[in-house]
């Protein structure tokens, strides 16, 4: 009889992938070595790959299975699928072996002595060739789940072996060059995690679409975490920061809802069975805010293992699951992230659109690319052989067997699923555009149509009518010029900030607030505060919806827009942020939800009751204490001391005291735990009475379009007179000069955060003269605002 093919996690380690594969080899080294950090992993085993050998060898399987694979060629879809069918049959039948089954029974009754008479484990395929830097396996083998008993489990260990060959990891191997017979399969046997009445999920430690290393991002659904991997369900979301989490400061950074509308369960017979959720526990989070954290702590002990041992940053890929009966949560995998942490970061590459168009379908945004194509919809996988190169495919959700077809799809578009679901992890891999979650897509869009799927607009993806146009930028890192002056960005939508942050800023310096609450909170905060004065029936529907599971509906509003708020800021951190205080006109807070019974009807919006205006007045001073709670929020809970506080539109020296006051007995207090306030200059007056405006803030910010409407007199807003609102007039050039010598001759900051300097490079080489300090563009300006500046500079 062969040796004991049985090797137990505690004596596993990460450098024992040819014995045990990538995925017990990455187990073991968790069970072993991170239990001083806290992190739980359930007990197990694994069945060594010399096992695999043994069992063909004996059973003289090696030449058959030769005949059928050598020389296989792929591409003829019957052969491959008979050939996979003869190739497993064969393993199948080999692994039928009375020594094996002998010492997979006797491991088994050692794990039963661990945790009880027929204790459920999970059954997991582990190639020697998986998880490796440059190739994942994901979803290649299978897997099997609450097995019970020591026949089920010799059973689905037998065709765990077989898995090595199905028809998706023939084509694998085929396509990243690994020889079929160097490979060899061990079969992983863990304690199953009660997670069928709880929760589970994956995370990841950098963020899957952007590459940003500097957060966790935790998904998770209820009951077991196939569904999450199959895309069945669209799950909840987290992100939690790394270095503020690691300085102490631990706060979930932002949150979204999934449907999570099935959950997997165990079956009475074994098995398991998808049960419909509640409606009320889909309006709920499957995790709370401490078990988030726990779960970010764990990844973030984990990938600090892991890059000590490689002696280089590791970001990682990790299965976790809440058990019912001890509430405990713990790791059932860990692998390093294969996709986006290996793409090379000499440069960067953006993508937009060049026309707008109408979006048929929308769901979450997988990937940064932009692709059209014509539709195919396929509803049963006998469509797959009609599939064509270069067509957009749109399905309820895939599985591993259809990656074949999505290697040659322009996109990829699901009814269901998040961004850890299957269908995503293949387009992230392909670096194919996909939209997953799109409800309904197979009826809202029409087989043969043509159609734009685009991921470059954030969090969001849209599937657009027709064949759009696609502007691609590629920039390599060595061919910028660094100029001297702080380039900064304008930046309102938190989805774009990961991303934006990828690119060759000095920061923020404007990030709006309206965007936040407009697109993410949508409801005005007075009605908030007194949901009993909102008058129309489907606002206050509307409201109770958006409210749901929040502790109050100030809650939902400071969670929310601290959560906006605190993820730019963590993008950026440490460099700053500068966070401009609200600044709707009445017309526009009078179109949130709720809003129009708050709002007085102005004549002319522009120069009424906006900015500083707002904030002490009677009549939205608790809709702006919500908005310094938000902000108190970011800086203290969440630990972004980067976040600065910017207010607009302050016309006298009087309104910028009571605004200053008003922040302080809101626990906004200038200088305390190192806050600045800026004010932005676009009136007159601020250019004016500068000397007495710097004794209460610490930089301005010239918004270059309100101060040329206001210096020229012209409504900017107007077609009519348009052709007056000219940056370059005279008259501006002295305001922006007495602008920047006056904050300069009083020690403070002063930037401009308008697109001026990037349209006019006469604009900017007169601001680099005069010694500004930092201009702010839109991410699309930037690195033309950055060659212009530096062509400027060098001038001076």
């Known amino acids: 009889m062969p040796q004991d093919c049985i090797r137990w996690f505690a004596d596993i380690r990460v450098a024992d992938v040819g014995q045990v594969g990538g995925k017990n080899a990455s187990l073991g080294e968790l069970y072993a070595t991170l239990a001083s950090a806290d992190v739980r992993v359930p007990n197990g085993f694994a069945v060594t790959a010399d096992a695999f050998r043994d069992v063909l060898t004996e059973a003289k399987a090696w030449e058959p299975l030769h005949r059928l694979l050598d020389g296989l060629d792929k591409r003829d879809i019957a052969r491959l699928a008979a050939a996979g069918a003869e190739a497993r049959r064969i ?48 979803g290649q083998h299978e ?86 991997v199959q895309g ?36 009475e017979d074994g098995g398991t069975r998808n049960v419909p959720v509640p409606e009320d526990m889909q309006a709920r989070f499957c995790l709370d805010d401490d078990e988030v954290l726990k779960l970010a702590g764990d990844a973030i002990a984990i990938e600090q293992h892991y890059s000590a041992n490689a002696g280089h940053s590791m970001p990682m890929d990790i299965e976790w699951a809440k ?27 953006t993508y937009a659109l060049g026309a707008q168009g109408t979006a048929l379908a929308t769901g979450r945004a997988v990937g940064e690319k932009i692709a059209s194509g014509a539709v195919r919809i396929v509803t049963d996988a006998r469509q797959l052989t009609d599939f064509k ?66 991921c470059a ?113 963590a ?64 800086r203290e809970d969440m630990g972004l001391t980067n976040v600065l506080v910017m207010v607009p539109f302050c016309r006298r020296v009087e309104e910028a005291r009571r605004v200053i006051e008003t922040m302080a007995a809101n626990s906004l207090k200038r200088g305390e735990n190192g806050l600045e306030i800026y004010v932005m200059c676009e009136i007159p007056n601020n250019v004016i009475q500068i000397d007495a405006f710097a004794e209460l803030f610490d930089g301005f910010s010239i918004g270059s379009n309100d101060l040329t409407q206001l210096t020229l007199g012209v409504d900017r807003d107007s077609d009519i007179v348009a052709f007056d ?8 050039l002295e305001m922006l000069r007495l602008a920047v010598t006056g904050a300069k001759r009083n020690g403070r900051h002063v930037g401009i955060c308008g697109e001026a300097p990037a349209n006019y490079p006469e604009i900017a080489s007169f601001l680099a003269k005069l010694g500004i300090d930092s201009i702010s563009v839109n991410p699309s300006s930037l690195l033309h605002t950055i060659d212009v500046v530096a062509e400027a500079e060098g001038k001076t």
């Not at 084509?171 to 490979?183: M, P």
């Open 91 to 138: 393993v199948y039948a080999a692994a039928d072996s009375g020594w094996l089954n002998e010492q997979v029974v006797r491991a088994y009754r050692q794990l039963e002595a661990e945790y009880g008479a027929n204790v459920a484990v999970a059954v997991r395929s582990s190639a020697t060739a998986e998880d490796l830097p440059n190739a994942s396996f994901a």
């Open 323 to 349: 058990d019912s009966e001890d509430g405990q949560l713990y790791v059932i995998q860990a692998r390093p992230e294969t996709v986006v942490s290996q793409r090379a970061q000499t440069g960067f590459e």
């Open 571 to 634: 993008a950026f951190y440490p460099k700053p942020v500068i966070v401009r205080l609200s600044d709707f006109k009445t017309n526009e807070y009078a179109r949130l939800v709720g809003g129009e019974g708050f709002e007085p009807r102005e004549e002319n919006p522009m120069l009424g009751f906006r900015g500083a205006a707002r904030y002490a007045h009677p009549a939205y001073r608790e809709g702006f204490a919500l908005e310094c709670a938000a902000l108190r929020r970011v």
């Open 143 to 228: 897997s099997y789940l609450n097995v019970s008993g020591p026949d089920a489990l010799f059973e689905a260990t037998r065709r765990c072996l077989a898995s090595l060959f199905t028809d998706r990891a023939i084509s694998y191997r085929i396509d990243n060059g690994f020889d079929h017979f160097k490979v060899a399969l061990s079969v992983g046997v863990m304690k199953m995690v009660r997670a069928g009445n709880a929760a589970s999920g994956v995370m990841f430690t950098l963020d899957t679409e952007s590459g940003f290393r500097d957060v966790v991002f935790v998904s998770g659904i209820y009951g077991l975490g196939e569904n999450i």
């Open 389 to 454: 190169p270069g067509e957009v495919l749109v399905a309820e959700q895939t599985t591993p067997d259809w990656e074949p077809v999505m290697k040659i799809a322009a996109a990829i578009v699901t009814e269901r699923g998040g961004r850890t679901c299957h269908a995503a992890i293949v387009a992230r891999e392909l670096g194919v555009p996909a939209v997953v979650g799109a409800e309904d897509a197979r009826r809202k869009l029409t087989g043969g149509a043509q159609v734009t799927v685009s």
């Open 457 to 569: 607009e954030g969090e969001v993806g849209r599937v657009y009518d027709g064949a759009l146009p696609i502007k691609t930028t590629k920039v390599e890192f060595a061919a910028l010029k660094k100029p001297r002056t702080a380039i900064m960005l304008n930046l309102g939508n938190p989805d774009l900030a990961f991303r934006s942050a990828m690119l060759p800023s000095d920061g923020v310096g404007l990030a709006r607030m309206e965007f936040i609450i407009s697109e993410h909170i949508r409801v005005h905060p007075m009605a908030l505060v007194h949901p009993e004065r909102v008058t129309s029936p489907a606002a206050r529907e509307e409201i109770a919806k958006l409210v749901r599971g929040y502790a109050s509906p100030s809650d939902y509003f400071v969670r929310k827009l601290s959560e906006g708020i605190g993820t730019i800021g």
């Open 725 to 732: 609102f000219d940056e370059r007039d005279p008259g501006m």
């Open 232 to 267: 069945v369900v669209d799950p909840d979301e987290f992100y939690v920061h790394k270095p503020t989490y690691r300085a102490g400061k631990r706060a979930v950074l932002s949150r979204a809802l999934g449907r999570k509308h099935l959950r997997m369960i165990y079956a």
